[in-house]
C-alpha cells in the first residue's frame, strides 16, 4: 500500500509557542490530504481539508487561524498550530489521498503535548 | 443527516469469528471503507467496497449491500493481535469521508 509519512512523531512544546507538523506522501502524489484530531479514547475528527495549490476547507468549529495549512505540492501538507496551549494537546493524524483510487492513507501520526 | 452506525463494543474469542457490522445513511455513495486502529496508532486501510458483494482478503472479507445501506467486516481465525477499534467510512457524493465512531474489538483468549 502506499507510504505516509509524519514528522515529528511526537513534540511536547511550551504554551504559546508554535509547532509545525509535516505530512509526506512517500510513493505517491496526493491530490488532497486531511488533518485530523483524535483525542484519548475519540473517534477521528477531521479538522480540514486541503488540495493541492489550494486554500484548505476547514470543518466547523475548527479555527483557521490557530490551525494553518499549507499544501504546497502533491507530497507535502503541513499543519502549524499557532500560540498553543494545553487544549490543543492531542493525536494528530494526517492522511492523503491520491486522485483515483479514493483510499485515504494515513500518516503514522503526531502527539502534541503542549505544557 | 449523514449518519453511520457500528456497535461500539464486541469481545470474542481467539480462533474463533467475528462479524462488525455498519449501517448507513449519507449524502451518495462513492464507496465504503474499512480501517483498523490499534491504541496509540494511525488507522490502516483493511477494505474497499463499491459494489455489493463480499470482497475477501486472507483472514478479513468485507460485505457490502448498497440496496440496504449495510455493510460487514468479517474477521476470522482471530488473533490476540486483531484487538484493536475497527472504524467504518463512507465516502459521500462529494468524495468526503464519513467516520463511524469505531467498534473496539476485544479477544480472549
Known amino acids: 500500500g502506499a507510504v505516509v509519512s509524519q514528522h515529528p512523531s511526537w513534540v511536547i512544546c511550551k504554551s504559546g509557542t508554535s509547532v509545525k507538523i509535516e505530512c509526506r506522501s512517500l510513493?505517491?502524489?496526493?491530490?488532497?490530504m486531511f488533518w485530523y484530531r483524535q483525542f484519548p479514547k475519540q473517534s477521528l475528527m477531521l479538522m480540514a481539508t486541503s488540495n493541492e495549490g489550494s486554500k484548505a476547507t476547514y470543518e466547523q468549529g475548527v479555527e483557521k487561524d490557530k490551525f494553518l495549512i499549507n499544501h504546497a505540492s502533491l507530497t507535502l501538507s503541513t499543519l502549524t498550530v499557532t500560540s498553543a496551549h494545553p487544549e490543543d494537546s492531542s493525536f494528530y493524524i494526517c492522511s492523503a489521498r491520491a486522485s483515483e483510487p479514493y483510499e485515504q492513507y494515513f500518516g503514522p501520526g503526531t502527539r502534541l503535548t503542549v505544557t | 443527516g449523514q449518519n453511520i452506525d457500528q456497535p461500539t463494543e464486541m469481545t470474542a474469542t481467539e480462533g474463533a469469528i467475528v462479524q462488525i457490522n455498519c449501517t448507513y445513511q449519507?449524502?451518495?455513495?462513492?464507496?465504503l471503507f474499512w480501517y483498523q486502529q490499534h491504541a496509540g496508532e494511525a488507522p490502516t486501510f483493511l477494505s474497499y467496497n463499491v459494489l455489493d458483494g463480499l470482497e475477501e482478503k486472507g483472514r478479513f472479507s468485507s460485505f457490502l449491500s448498497r440496496s440496504k445501506g449495510y455493510s460487514y467486516l468479517l474477521l476470522k481465525e482471530l488473533q490476540m493481535k486483531d484487538s484493536a477499534s475497527y472504524l467504518c467510512a463512507v465516502m459521500d457524493s462529494n468524495y468526503q469521508l464519513i467516520w463511524g465512531a469505531g467498534t473496539k474489538l476485544i479477544i480472549k483468549p
Open positions: 449519507t449524502s451518495g455513495f462513492n464507496g
Open positions: 510513493d505517491f502524489q496526493a491530490t488532497t
